[in-house]
């Protein structure tokens, strides 16, 4: 069964930091690519970060830009996304999902169920 397992939300102040762990299982992870997409209250899913398996990464989101990294431990079967200098607009549910291809419209046949991340002092 192809699951997502994702982790590492919560509440932080502005100006720090979260890591976001994306656990995967059923599929080879080495064989997709993996996106990170946010979406915050009242407003649509945006694309964030992408990352192929040749360790890749694609940045689709200007707001996010030198703040936030995407990386991958295929050994571990996790994709994570470290969150620095966050900001209260950065306030959302934030999931993983399985790919093919780091086009931002692309398809994503796999999602995880969310993790809540909210900047507040």
């Known amino acids: 069964q192809v699951q997502f397992v994702e982790s590492g939300g919560g509440l932080v102040q502005p100006g720090g930091s979260l890591r976001l762990a994306c656990v995967s299982s059923g599929f080879a992870l080495a064989d997709y690519v993996v996106a990170w997409f946010r979406q915050a209250p009242g407003k649509g899913r945006e694309g964030l970060e992408c990352i192929s398996g040749y360790d890749e990464s694609t940045n689709w989101a200007d707001s996010v830009k030198d703040r936030f990294t995407v990386s991958r431990d295929t050994a571990k079967n996790t994709v994570y996304l470290q969150m620095n200098d966050l900001k209260p607009e950065d306030t959302g549910v934030y999931y993983c999902?399985?790919?093919?291809?780091?086009?931002?419209?692309?398809?994503?046949?796999?999602w995880g169920q969310g993790t809540q991340v909210t900047v507040s002092s």
């Open positions: 999902a399985r790919g093919y291809v780091c086009v931002r419209s692309g398809m994503y046949d796999a």
